[in-house]
């Protein structure tokens, strides 16, 4: 199966999965039912809306429209309205249908690269000293070019603890998974294993005996006459932007070095990938390690990874920022700002998927414009 037959997107199975999102509301206080409003926001943010206030304008403009497949016998909620509700609902929920609606589409993760990384919301910040920064963990499927699930970090605390509640929520069967440092941890490792994934670990400072095991143990195969078959190598150099890239990949499969092995689930190969960047007549030279889960891996399929990883970067972080001005977005009271993250990421796998080679934030503007093309980003 395809990548694009694997994420097609179906209006009616949106719909479906918002319907299933609990009210937060006492009964007498549901002038419109909750499905409206979320599905009415959902295709306003998809059409370039970034407020209440323009939430509830696009839904008076396209009134007619949205009547063709909501009840809107009480007419569109106000933007006090959406305020209120996305304020009270459970972030969780919406996760959770949004997880739901994910997992229908993607049959299968065996192959993929899973990158998880977090992401501040900055203009989430409010009330000094009581509440910070909304910080977002998400997963992204890089070859499928799809958010796969999203949490909260809790406040007080940090990636480490999120990201075990995240790769609960995943399909990882097959997938390989990769974290920056801070997400190297034993707990982690583990975690990724029980879901039945491989894991690709960067590792810093954070883990000093580690690191330094990692450096013993090349420095050892330097050594040995056996050099050629316990590191295996490759190499890629890029030239663009002003810039040219010399990437040297070593996978070491000796671990006798690494003194606490067996407190990695699983840890079957080290990595070292060396970087030699040049930028008009200054070259720098950078060391960078991980561990693996794979046995027997080659260095062409760790480089590929690695280098994978910074697809959520610029595949979902660079495009929430330029295409959604997520760190513009004053949306903040409650739980509001962290539920419209996840309608971002809601309209994000829709528009990724779009029929269109335009860039995101034109397939914002476009779909606002004409209503075939949105309902074609909403069918697949």
């Known amino acids: 199966m395809s990548a694009r037959e694997e994420k097609k997107l179906l209006t009616v199975e949106v719909l479906e ?13 549901r002038a419109h039912p909750l499905v409206n409003i979320l599905v009415i926001a959902l295709l306003a943010v998809l059409c370039g809306a970034d407020s209440f206030t323009g939430i509830a304008a696009f ?22 309205t959406f305020g209120r509700v996305f304020a009270v609902l459970d972030p969780s929920a919406l996760q959770e249908a949004f997880r739901l609606w994910v997992a229908s589409l993607v049959e299968a993760t065996k192959g993929e690269v899973v990158a998880i990384d977090g992401k501040a919301l900055r203009r989430s910040f409010r009330d000094a000293g009581k509440k910070g ?31 075990p509640r995240l790769l609960e929520l995943l399909q990882l069967k097959g997938a390989v998974v990769t974290i920056d440092a801070a997400g190297c941890q034993k707990e982690i490792a583990a975690k990724i ?17 580690l690191h330094a095991d990692i450096q013993a143990a090349f420095a050892a195969a330097a050594d040995d006459p056996n050099f050629d078959d316990i590191v295996d190598f490759a190499e890629t150099k890029d030239r663009g932007h002003g810039r040219s890239e010399h990437r040297r990949c070593h996978v070491c499969h000796d671990l006798s070095a690494i003194t606490r092995k067996s407190d990695w689930a699983k840890l079957g190969s080290v990595v070292m990938v060396e970087v030699d960047r040049t930028v008009g007549e200054k070259t720098s030279t950078e060391q960078r390690f991980y561990i693996s ?3 027997g891996l080659r260095a062409k399929t760790a480089l590929s990874t690695i280098r994978s990883h910074w697809g959520i970067e610029n595949g979902l972080h660079w495009v929430l920022d330029v295409a959604f001005r997520e760190d513009d977005c004053r949306v903040r009271a409650g739980n509001a700002a962290e539920n419209f993250a996840v309608l ?9 998927n779009a029929p ?9 503007l476009q779909a606002g414009w004409d209503h075939e093309f949105l309902l074609r980003t909403l069918c697949g």
């Open 17 to 29: 999965f918002l319907a299933q999102v609990p009210d937060p509301r006492v009964e007498r206080t």
């Open 193 to 209: 294993v029980n879901r039945g994934a491989d894991y690709m670990l960067a590792v810093k400072d954070n883990q000093p005996t």
């Open 133 to 163: 920064f909304i910080h977002m963990v998400s997963a992204w499927g890089v070859r499928l070019g799809l958010v796969l699930g999203q949490v909260q970090t809790e406040q007080k605390s940090n990636e480490i603890t999120a990201i």
């Open 59 to 80: 839904g008076r403009s396209k009134r007619d429209f949205l009547a063709t497949f909501l009840d809107l016998e009480s007419g569109i909620p106000s933007h006090d």
């Open 356 to 364: 269109s080679k335009l860039g995101i934030k034109t397939r914002r």
């Open 344 to 352: 971002r990421h809601f309209t994000m796998n829709l528009l990724k």
């Open 293 to 295: 889960s794979q046995k």
